[in-house]
């Protein structure tokens, strides 16, 4: 049986990751196993009702068969995870589908656009919902359409867009994934200034090189601890969990009241999709193919706005903006004719917010245009004005326009492909070599 829930926390705090340790917990004490991982999956970072990172969790719950591993403790006592299971007979099922659903509305933020919302399916869902609920807007029909065919059960409170969410996290193939171990506080510092030392987060990545967005170079700002009042103390995300396992311990901090690793997808860039501009809808992501139509115009705060057409010709304002930090330092070296392939997503605006710049080709440089040497007495002529051409001040002379010498420069040395700095990049962004 997969569990998926959505929608339980807001801006003013909460976490549906914590809520699922509430479950995860939940199972241990009726009896019922964690078959697998639980997920942590992020859907489309462009909508605009979302909580922050617009994370959906889910996890398969049955009668946990084979090998079995430590993968939390919540309560002062250990989760585990076991490699396969069998159902839960239908009357257990029930009850704890209803518990469960209790257990989200109890632990979930009660404020004004908080609609909790949950999911349980006997099987996995189509990976299309994921694909289209991580890349568009989905409209909760084509959720529940997937939800009847599979014979799911679901409870929403109020407003049933949360079971998107929930439906998704389940469709989520889960093949292209990192891990995420997240510590959380104890209930009574919620809301305090968060006690994480900066220096053992530091040499915890140094040690274990599969560590990932741990601190930001550049900022010299910590991306393990959240900013927000929610219950997570530090999250350790990595493409190896042995390696986020390890460094669990490493980390020196207020005291862990729990802690939980999950599969996830982010980093994987899943949001990204190769597209024209005429694809892209409002709310969602692609990778465009482009040429440079004309020269960069640095705007008010540092931001870029860049001018280019797609493949088809279709023209396309972009922005880089200055908190990237990489990408508007780019795109001012970038001139017309310059192909690129950019990935980025627009709102409701026709503007394309850029994430990555890959160069595919540079046209080449050239320096002002000298005037040309006179033929005749190998004297360097002189301009007669914007567009009127170059005159010999000896044999009077004249030269048009076109006649004007134009001097190669040496390439740049751009870099072929740039990454926001660590701390702009979004969860989902593909992995990408910190500076």
């Not at 995870?81 to 979930?108: C, M």
């Not at 219950?231 to 390696?243: K, V």
């Amino acid at each position: 049986m997969w569990i998926g829930i959505d929608d339980t926390d807001s801006p003013q705090g909460g976490c549906t990751t914590w809520v699922l340790t509430e479950l995860l917990a939940l199972a241990r004490d009726r009896g019922v196993d964690l078959i697998g991982e639980p997920r942590l999956v992020r859907l489309n970072p462009n909508i605009p009702w979302k909580t922050r990172g617009n994370a959906a969790l889910s996890a398969r719950f049955g009668r946990g068969t084979g090998r079995r591993r430590l993968i939390g403790a919540v309560e002062g006592r250990p989760i585990w995870s076991y490699s396969g299971g069998r159902p839960v007979p239908s009357p257990e099922a029930e009850r704890f589908r209803l518990a469960a659903w209790n257990r989200v509305q109890d632990r979930a933020r009660t404020e004004k656009g908080t609609d909790p919302a949950i999911v349980a399916s006997p099987r996995p869902l189509p990976a299309l919902l994921y694909w289209r609920a991580v890349r568009e807007v989905v409209p909760v029909e084509a959720a529940l359409e997937a939800l009847r065919a599979a014979g799911a059960w679901w409870r929403v409170r109020e407003d049933p867009r949360g079971l998107v969410g929930a439906a998704a996290s389940i469709a989520w193939p889960g093949s292209h994934r990192t891990w995420e171990l997240t510590s959380y506080r104890s209930p009574s510092r919620w809301g305090t200034p968060r006690l994480v030392d900066a220096r053992s987060v530091r040499d915890a990545a140094r040690r274990h090189s599969r560590l990932f967005l741990c601190h930001d170079p550049r900022t010299r700002r910590l991306l393990v601890t959240p900013h927000t009042p929610c219950p997570i103390l530090f999250g350790l995300r990595s493409t190896d969990p042995i390696q986020a396992l390890a460094a669990r311990h490493e980390v020196r901090s207020e005291p862990v009241d729990r802690w939980v690793l999950f599969r996830t997808n982010q980093a994987t860039g899943d949001h990204l999709r190769p597209a024209r501009w005429s694809d892209l809808r409002p709310y969602t992501s692609g990778r465009i193919e482009a040429t440079v139509r004309g020269l960069p115009r640095v705007l008010p705060g540092g931001h870029v706005q860049l001018c280019v057409n797609d493949s088809v010709g279709n023209p396309i304002d972009c922005i880089a903006f200055e908190p990237t930090k990489t990408l508007p330092r780019l795109a001012r070296w970038l001139v017309p004719g310059d192909r690129l392939l950019l990935g980025g997503s627009r709102a409701q605006d026709p503007t394309f917010r850029l994430e990555t710049i890959r160069i595919r080709r540079l046209v080449p440089r050239f320096g002002v245009p000298h005037p040309p040497f006179c033929s005749a007495c190998g004297r360097r002529t002189r301009s007669m004005g914007q567009s009127r051409g170059y005159r010999c001040q000896s044999c009077h002379r004249r030269w048009p326009p076109e006649a004007a010498v134009r001097v190669r420069l040496p390439s740049p040395r751009l870099p072929r492909e740039v990454h926001p700095t660590p701390s702009a990049r979004r969860h989902l962004h593909p992995l990408a070599p910190e500076p």
